[in-house]
């Protein structure tokens, strides 16, 4: 993805790798875990 903002207060911008980690929970999916980091050009 892309993305253009702050992060912890220091401004971003670029290209990024995200990704998101599913679980059942009481029976629905919820997201127990997320991760990005930028990627080089």
């Known amino acids: ?4 903002g702050k ?3 220091a ?3 670029g290209k ?3 990704f998101r980690v599913w ?3 009481d029976g ?3 997201v127990i875990g997320a991760s990005f ?3 080089t050009e």
């Not at 993805?1 to 253009?4: C, D, E, I, L, Q």
């Open 1 to 4: 993805m892309t993305a253009k």
């Open 7 to 9: 992060v912890m207060g």
């Open 11 to 13: 401004p971003t911008d």
């Open 16 to 18: 990024y790798r995200y």
């Open 23 to 25: 679980r059942y929970v």
């Open 28 to 30: 629905s999916l919820k």
């Open 37 to 39: 980091m930028q990627l």
